[in-house]
């Protein structure tokens, strides 16, 4: 029976640490500017009050920083700091039994109920004694003058007045005895982003189809005269499909058909040729000089690049001469193709994270996204990452930024739930989400809570995307513009991060491969296309006034402080927003129903929302610059689809009333 | 950017492991012969199949066993072993990527395509060839001569049969690949108890009240008379306040009166005197000669002894005068005495945890344990153990079950609920409740669905007591008759452990020291009762029938499958039980309103139930012997509490019809 190694008096107790993702294995996310709220349980046995403290900093940093906890209910404790760079930090708890905090607190009773506490003060003048030795010099000297008065018998008339003395207190919270304080058991790791991971606005456009030129392959340089045009619209991530050359043997034809014809373009996710591959610019786009150009320019524009990283080849891919030992080799001979049977992909060979070398695939591989980030890019969109192994990206994500810790990585893995939050936690900075296909009212409810309300929220950042070249879903193909109207303003509204690939939205294009399918009709995929960018018919100055609205109200460029409100109708879908501080406060109320008017009833927690039961506030449509005036927390809405599907309400609750004219008072 | 030192093969992912405490801190609890039921969530990249296996081993053992895992939904897996030692056990679990499975499934489709799968046959005979090498020499024989068909292009009329044979399949599940297997990153505990430790019902008596003579101090040999009367009610723990020796120094009187008058025997837990400590016996009781007599005469009942131990001393406690240094001590010299200030505890002296010497104190009072464990005694009810420091229990509890692993703990911390969480966590078999103050439907539902249905069922194994020497709750003050029986059968039905301090209970004593509190008037905690057990109103025998049902219906042993179900009624409570097995399923509707009958309908899972909607089925009403025949899901009950408060369905759910009959086939 040893006592094993263990400072049997520390008595604080903690536990229940938040946030904190699988017991601390992985990271959990923030922005560079956040305060990060930490929670704990603090207590220990019996009576004695505690005091708790919150260490913190960059995880390379030699020591730590500290802010103090403080006690809410049930034994649950709150601080915050702020993360001001960017990278790794790491956090923990610290809390101990605070021995003058229990005497003062027992000194208040005790002198409430008249007791003789002759020997409560000499406990007392021990304790401030015992502080004076880890004070500084001037405060030690205050320190033992209070000590010596609870000392003299002679002074007893003072006693009350030092016990309950504020200035003690708070001398005395200075220098708290931490010899045997309990420190929580694991250090907590958090990942700052850029802002941007938050809060963004996406746009994914084929460059190829870029030229003004009908039937004409576009170049970065016809890429750059778009650029006002996105800017224009307010989005600030332009994300562009795979760059490099692409594959000729086995090349796809337009509309997905097994065989191309001449002159047909190829998919760029098949990549890879004679001209180069994963790091190397498809020579009809143009020169890694225009790409750096056009990166250069985007950026004038407040527009960052994004690149789609498909860690692929097609079998013309040097890779595949330089590296045969990456891909799977067949018996007779040949290289495995990508394969779902019955169906074959032989345009496609997946890399085989099985290989024997995959270390040096692993750095050749990551040594991808280092070379875009030399040519300026730094976000990427990275295809099917859940087809390749796990350890992989939480290596690669891990080795790119902790040389470059402003870099992002969108994971576009549609897939099941549980693989989808994986490579959230691997280190993804932002996720694509089964948004696409959650229309009712119910859906939306349930699968937003999970995103934001629970766990999921501190290491899966959803991006959500109304269309993608592979998604044009069936709800888009029979709604109308309506339908397009609503699905942006659900996207851009519940998620801080969303993103369109255009100009398909906004020329609200809607004509399926086929009948069932989700695949756009003659799809940019294979295909080389030439738009009108002023189609008067088009929504992007409506998407514009959307981004606009994002931007001025920093209600919308969060996800954690979403809620979903009550309507008494199912096609109405009402949720809120606000601002970290709760100055900005927006309330959106959408008909998801794109055919047919619908009114209902609002229910408001008002009490939550600073508005008084009494009082009118103004409810600002910002789409519209209606203003309404509401009462109380139940109120009346109507959503017209044909004109705009969805009121969206600057709250304006301090509203003037007569008794604060001056002559009033 | 150097690869850290992992194998990056391993593609399988191993993730939310359950059961787990606190990220794998704690132990989760089971019982001897529980099948410990293990879900993860296993997946890989892409789309190839898995295999999964569970690990499992005593803590001290040095090889692993084995069970395999199998899927469920949502990369769900699921897996069993069976604990059948008591201490601790520890698991894990090992998943690999299957190359065989995944060929078997893609041959299958390649197969019912009718394609050209020629190459994939030898793909397979490289699977199978590679199996052999880790095959028995038999098993090889067979592998290798299956290899060479699939290689023999003139016997390609038998490959189709070959890839989808079962016993090939089945061959090769037994000599997978693992060499690049992912092991969960952590080893999980299991804490193995007694069978008592989920299912038990305890009695508590005072000794000292158990003479035949009124006013003479009762010992364990009138104790021992006691024994059948226990038995018969069917308690299978027996719980003593403690029977130490009782100080002298500020004796409490009758009632709690600050002045002991001569005579007053003092309190139970004013631990200490002349005559010894914590490992004595007060001599009034008996020799402990006596006790041992007394613990083996209620062995033969069926009955286990529980002992409070109660860490505090008297100040005539021998510890005052050999151990000073584990009391704190005044400036004025004297010893701290217990405080809640403004009140004082001048009879109790605690013990002070953060003393220099606290190993040689956790020693000695774990050594009380120990003491008592040679005595015959295997339960301990612990007395205010949130007064003590946590990791004192931590290291107490686990050193006196290293040895006694079939040694149980309760505790007795009405407290705040992460408190009394922690001390599960830490160590303790079984806790008391909030039973005594949970009323309505809604209360007892809420608090019941946290207890049995979160991950609080891991580590936390209820108790629940109507009323204890210090709770005379204020509906039993009030609800007579039958507010007793439906408070019994609440604690007794809802809770697989349960408890009443009597004859208090049964004989339905009610009154209160004054009004308002719930302190018994002429409490035995500070006086001695006589007793007359053949009282004709009591509840005994109603009390013996419920202990019969709990021990004839295995639904009953369980917390875990407890489950709340609608009755149209909120006076009315229904809820259910099942067998591990589901062969036993009891249904309990109790009325919580003792004035009045209520009447309802009841709503069950049918299907769930396994109950045909087109069938009847028998209710057997165990209390009373009725029976009822039911139809499908809603069905009405009827309860009066002023003959029985509940009724205690055995649901009989396979009637026979005279489609069963012979004659009738």
């Given at each position: 029976m040893t006592v094993r190694d263990v400072e049997g008096r520390r008595r604080a107790v903690i536990e229940g640490?938040?946030?904190?993702v699988d017991g601390g294995r992985y990271p959990a996310k923030r922005c560079l500017g956040d305060a990060v709220v930490v929670e704990a349980d603090i207590f220990t046995d019996g009576h004695d009050l505690l005091a708790g403290v919150l260490l913190y900093k960059r995880a390379d940093a030699d020591s730590w920083m500290e802010e103090p906890m403080a006690a809410l209910v049930n034994d649950r404790w709150r601080g915050q700091f702020v993360v001001d760079e960017l990278g790794p930090w790491v956090f923990t708890v610290e809390a101990w039994v605070d021995a003058f905090k229990t005497w003062r607190r027992d000194m208040e009773k005790r002198i409430a109920a008249g007791q003789d506490a002759s020997v409560d003060y000499l406990i007392g003048a021990d304790l401030i004694d015992s502080a004076a030795g880890r004070a500084s010099a001037r405060d030690a000297q205050q320190l033992l003058d209070t000590a010596a008065v609870l000392r003299d018998t002679s002074r007893a008339s003072e006693f009350q007045t030092i016990a309950l003395d504020p200035r003690v207190t708070a001398l005395m919270a200075r220098y708290p005895d931490r010899s045997v304080c309990t420190r929580y058991e694991r250090e907590l790791r958090i990942t700052v982003d850029p802002v941007r991971a938050r809060f963004s606005a996406w746009y994914e456009f084929f460059p190829r189809s870029t030229s003004p030129v009908p039937g004409r392959h576009g170049t970065f340089r016809d890429a750059e005269t778009w650029l006002p045009y996105v800017a224009q619209m307010g989005f600030d991530v332009l994300y562009l499909p795979p760059i490099h050359p692409i594959g000729l043997t086995f090349r796809k034809g337009k509309n997905n058909s097994v065989k191309a014809e001449a002159g047909d373009v190829g998919s760029p996710w098949a990549i890879g040729a004679s001209a180069g591959g994963h790091k190397s610019i498809h020579p009809d786009l143009g020169t890694p000089e225009e790409f750096r150009s056009f990166v250069g320019k985007a950026r004038e524009h407040g527009i960052q690049i994004a690149l789609d990283i498909a860690f692929q080849a097609a079998p013309d891919h040097p890779y595949v001469k330089e590296?045969?030992?990456w891909f799977r080799s067949r018996p007779d001979g040949t290289i495995q193709y990508a394969e779902n049977p019955p169906k074959k992909y032989q345009d496609i060979y997946p890399f085989d994270f099985e290989t024997e070398d995959w270390e040096a695939m692993w750095r050749e591989l990551t040594s991808v996204f280092l070379h875009w980030i030399e040519q300026g890019v730094e976000i990427f969109r990275v295809d099917?990452?859940?087809?390749?192994?796990?350890p992989f990206w939480e290596w690669a994500i891990a080795a790119v930024k902790r040389r470059h810790p402003q870099v992002l990585f969108l994971s576009e893995a549609f897939t099941r739930p549980k693989v989808m939050y994986r490579l959230g936690k691997l280190g993804f900075s932002q996720s694509y989400t089964y948004f696409p296909w959650r229309h009712t009212k119910q859906e939306i409810t349930d699968y937003f809570t999970e995103l934001t309300q629970t766990g999921v929220r501190e290491f899966f950042r959803p991006n959500h995307w109304p269309n993608t070249p592979d998604i044009l879903t069936e709800f888009l193909q029979t709604s109308e513009r309506p339908g397009f109207m609503l699905r942006f303003l659900l996207a851009s509204l519940l998620g801080a991060n969303y993103g369109i690939y255009g100009p398909t939205f906004e020329q609200m294009v809607n004509a399926p491969l086929r009948h069932g399918s989700e695949e756009y009709l003659d799809s940019e995929k294979y295909q080389i296309h030439h738009w009108d960018l002023q189609k008067p018919d088009s929504l992007a100055e409506f998407i514009a006034l959307v981004n606009r609205i994002r931007r001025e109200n920093a209600a919308l460029q969060n996800d954690h402080s979403l809620r979903f409100h009550n309507v008494s109708n199912d096609q109405l879908l009402c949720f809120s927003k606000q601002s970290p501080d709760g100055s900005n406060l927006v309330l959106v109320v959408i008909n998801l129903d794109p055919h047919h008017t619908h009114t209902g009833f609002v229910e408001l927690p008002a009490a939550e929302f600073g508005i008084e039961d009494t009082r009118a506030y103004q409810m600002h449509d910002l789409l519209t610059g209606a203003r309404y005036i509401w009462h109380g927390s139940r109120n009346f809405v109507e959503v017209n689809p044909l004109s705009v599907p969805a009121q969206v309400f600057r709250v304006l609750r301090r509203m003037r009333t007569e008794q604060q004219f001056e002559y009033f008072l």
């Open positions: 640490v938040e946030p904190q590296h045969p030992q099917n990452p859940h087809t390749k192994a796990f």
